[in-house]
């Protein structure tokens, strides 16, 4: 599953982080990054990009390779 954090849009709530952490970090304009896409679970996943008041965070469930 690919996991991508829309910059323009992040308004840097931190629900990814809470939700996810394995996966995502604020870095230092308090702005969502991708860590690690494949870690955490699939559903840690979809509720940090449910959570995002911004609807920042894109999922797609095809991999990269398909």
């Not at 599953?1 to 230092?28: K, N, Q």
């Not at 702005?31 to 840690?44: K, R, S, Y």
């Not at 990009?49 to 095809?62: T, V």
Request: hydrophobic residues 40%.
């Amino acid at each position: 599953m690919s996991v991508r954090v829309e910059r323009e849009l992040c308004i840097g709530s931190g629900y990814c982080v809470r939700f996810a952490p394995a996966v995502f970090r604020l870095d230092e304009d308090e702005i969502a990054v991708v860590m690690d896409e494949e870690a955490g679970t699939q559903a840690e996943r979809q509720k940090a990009a449910d959570s995002c008041p911004a609807g920042a965070i894109y999922l797609d469930e095809q991999s990269a390779g398909s």
